[in-house]
T-cell receptor
Framework: KNEVEQSPQNLTAQEGEFITINCSYS?????LHWLQQHPGGGIVSLFM???GKKKHGRLIATINIQEKHSSLHITASHPRDSAVYIC??????????FGKGTKLSVKP | DSGVTQTPKHLITATGQRVTLRCSPR?????VYWYQQSLDQGLQFLIQ???????AKGNILERFSAQQFPDLHSELNLSSLELGDSALYFC???????????????FGPGTRLLVL
């Protein structure tokens, strides 16, 4: 069974800072997902990636398949980026296995 | 807006009762996933349906059951409710392709269940 570890658990940043959230998994995968959960509870899929790097606005996700590691970066962070960021990998049954999430708070 | 709808948004009920949560996937999506998010367990996969058939089962209790109807909407039935069933229940949909876990999943807004 794949184990998904995220770090840090909690992160507080000042507006404008560059932020990195890390995700490690134990078993080789074909794709990794980054999700964002808003304070109100809604979940949005940010990225699905299987190699290299993807960029969407100020968000960048990278993955190193050999090292079983992915990072989510936020450039020029803003208070509206405050949310829980969750990394997930496919399980053997086609479901997603989730990390415990990183709670990000960006202060103005 | 993900295009996935869930009803009701909130549900308060008593122990021992039965409730039904409803999910309508994005137009054209054939897969529906159900997830439970509790404070202590985080997000956990419950069950997946693909085009009306059960496809995969996760940590779903025997008191819980689900189905997907011909119009592709899905219902999650929770019975003999216990205090510990209080959680956020999400459904997600994906796939026009049969590669679960390797497609973007679109999440509904969730149903917040409180069992008193």
């Amino acid at each position: 069974k794949n184990e998904v570890e995220q770090s840090p658990q909690n992160l507080t940043a000042q507006e404008g800072e560059f932020i990195t959230i890390n995700c490690s998994y134990s078993v080789g995968i074909s794709a990794l997902h980054w999700l964002q959960q808003h304070p109100g509870g809604g979940i949005v899929s940010l990225f699905m990636l299987s190699s290299g790097k993807k960029k969407h606005g100020r968000l960048i996700a990278t993955i190193n398949i050999q090292e079983k590691h992915s990072s989510l970066h936020i450039t020029a962070s803003h208070p509206r980026d405050s949310a829980v960021y969750i990394c997930a990998v496919p399980g053997s049954q086609g479901n997603l296995i989730f990390g415990k999430g990183t709670k990000l708070s960006v202060k103005p | 807006d993900s295009g996935v709808t869930q009803t009701p948004k909130h549900l308060i009920t008593a122990t021992g009762q039965r409730v039904t949560l409803r999910c309508s996937p994005r137009s054209g999506d054939l897969s529906v996933y159900w997830y439970q998010q509790s404070l202590d367990q985080g997000l956990q996969f419950l069950i997946q349906y693909y085009n009306g058939e059960e496809r995969a089962k996760g940590n779903i209790l025997e008191r819980f059951s689900a189905q997907q109807f011909p119009d592709l909407h899905s219902e999650l039935n929770l019975s003999s409710l216990e205090l510990g069933d209080s959680a956020l229940y999400f459904c997600a949909s994906s796939g026009r392709f049969q590669r679960p876990g390797e497609e973007t999943q679109y999440f509904g807004p969730g149903t917040r269940l409180l069992v008193l």
